[in-house]
């Protein structure tokens, strides 16, 4: 038998360094959210606020504020149907519940099965996460909104929460 | 293309320079301005004057926080704006952003949504072209 020898190692060492990037993001408490890596699911979804990480919410969440996207918080964020079946496909695959997807159990560890929150600013761990700050500070015009993360959250864009 | 066609396509594109290089902003002023006079006789030409007004005129009929088109791109068009969640917009005049305007799809798309949040109601073709051609004059 001929086996190549240097796909195999490159393979097993692609192996390894993911082990270990996945174990680092677990032992960190699962700070990490990866941001949106679909181009437009980023551009859909990230002219009005941030493009909040798909792990975020569960997939049923998803699928519930793409059926309604002409009346989205009070805007019409709706799209043509192709471009809302990509984005759905996207968002309910990379979606916190998702299998493989452990990042976020934290966030979403207090919901009840097929509970489907549309905000994440509502999810109890992340008011929980926020119940030290005060009422001044969401009202500073630097921040205007709740859903502002990265005004808060400097690494926002990249997928990281747990800085100041 | 045969030798023939591609002769008379390049005689038309040298008696028409302009048509030759018409790009999706003169396209989409073209379908504005059939529009406009469809709907009015009368018409007679955008304004960017009329463009800037609808700019930054504080309108009824949207919602209250957002009463202008001002309310989120900046006094200056050539600054970047800001939505009521904290996210940047690029500036929308063409000065500064020489993108705009070339996508018709997003045009359209954004006017539908903004007319309505500002005023409530969608833009008519006048609108949008005084808008158009204001933003191109920036």
Redesign the interface.
């Known amino acids: 038998m001929n086996v190549p020898i240097r796909p195999l190692v490159s393979a097993s060492l692609i192996l390894a360094v993911s082990a270990f990037v996945l174990a680092g993001a677990v032992a960190d408490g699962g700070h990490y959210f990866p941001p949106v890596a679909d181009k437009t699911t980023a551009e859909e979804c990230g002219s009005c606020h941030l493009a909040f990480p798909p792990s975020m919410l569960p997939a049923a969440s998803w699928r519930k504020m793409m059926g309604q996207l002409d009346q989205h918080f009070g805007d019409d964020a709706s799209v043509d149907a192709a471009t809302a079946d990509l984005i759905t496909r996207y968002l309910t695959s990379n979606a916190g519940d998702s299998s493989g997807l452990r990042f976020s159990g934290k966030l979403l560890r207090d919901l009840r099965p097929g509970e489907a929150p549309l905000r994440i600013t509502e999810l109890p761990r992340w008011k929980r996460e926020h119940r030290k700050i005060r009422a001044a500070e969401w009202a500073d015009p630097e921040v205007k909104s709740k859903a502002n993360c990265a005004a808060c959250h400097e690494g926002a864009t990249r997928g990281y929460f747990d800085d100041d | 293309m045969s030798g023939h066609r591609f002769i008379s396509t390049l005689l038309l594109a040298l008696a028409f320079p302009a048509l030759a290089v018409a790009g999706p902003r003169d396209e989409l002023l073209t379908r504005y301005t059939s529009e406009a006079r469809a709907a009015d006789a009368g018409f007679s030409g955008f304004s960017a004057a009329r463009g800037e007004a609808l700019y930054r005129d504080r309108h009824a009929g949207g919602?209250p926080d957002t009463p202008a088109c001002a309310s989120c791109h900046a006094n200056d068009p050539r600054k970047p704006g800001q939505?009521?969640?904290?996210?940047s917009?690029d500036p929308v005049a063409v000065s500064v952003s020489p993108n705009r305007y070339t996508d018709p799809a997003k045009v359209e798309?954004w006017f539908?949504?903004n007319c309505?949040?500002v005023l409530g109601r969608q833009c008519s073709p006048l609108e949008k072209g005084d808008w158009l051609t204001w933003m191109i004059s920036q």
């Open positions: 919602k939505t009521p969640t904290g996210k917009i798309k539908r949504r309505k949040e």
